[in-house]
């Protein structure tokens, strides 16, 4: 039974409620990026997978654990350089997740909505505009009304909050 008014957020009681604060600020800051950013609209899937990635991004890239709002503005080159196109951002994040759950008995409520984070965006897919379709397309089509492919979420929120951070 959870104790009222005995809350914690460093996960040393028994059966105190944790709070995962590291991630809660990870997604705060990612979703002040996005919706600075007005690229699309909150309530959209593809808002929601630039949310995840974004957050995953800056929560696993907090290697002191002391992330706060003056220090938003330092790591923004960081993130940049994470989620930029040519780097292998899907491979960073398994490997991060991993180091980060070695040796721990009982995963934190952080690491518990990371990975919950991280299986979404591998997990569920999106339809999206066909990037690699024949230039011009059928005669008369918009941009709407062109070809379109299902699209793991990760590939479409990393771009996402890619050109959040860009737009910071």
């Known amino acids: 039974m959870l104790h009222r008014g005995h809350e914690s957020t460093d996960g040393s009681g028994g059966d105190e409620l944790v709070v995962p604060m590291a991630w809660l600020y990870a997604e705060y800051v990612a979703d002040e990026l996005l919706r600075g ?26 290697t002191d654990g002391e992330l706060c709002g003056a220090q938003v503005v330092s790591r923004l080159e960081t993130w940049l350089s994470l989620t930029a196109y040519d780097q292998p951002w899907r ?8 180091e980060t759950t070695a040796g721990v008995r009982r995963p ?17 897919e999106l ?31 990393l771009p996402l909050g890619h050109l959040a951070i860009h737009l910071f």
């Open 37 to 62: 950013g007005d690229l699309m609209p909150p309530t959209s899937f593809e808002f929601r997978a630039g949310r995840y990635a974004l957050a995953l991004t800056i929560f696993l890239s907090d």
């Open 91 to 98: 491979e960073w994040v398994r490997e991060r997740l991993t």
């Open 108 to 124: 934190d409520a952080d690491l518990v909505l990371a990975r919950a984070a991280w299986r979404w965006l591998q997990d569920t």
């Open 127 to 157: 339809l999206a505009p066909d990037l690699n379709a024949v230039p011009g397309g059928a005669p008369g089509t918009g941009e709407d009304e062109g070809p379109k492919v299902w699209t793991p979420a990760w590939q479409l929120g």
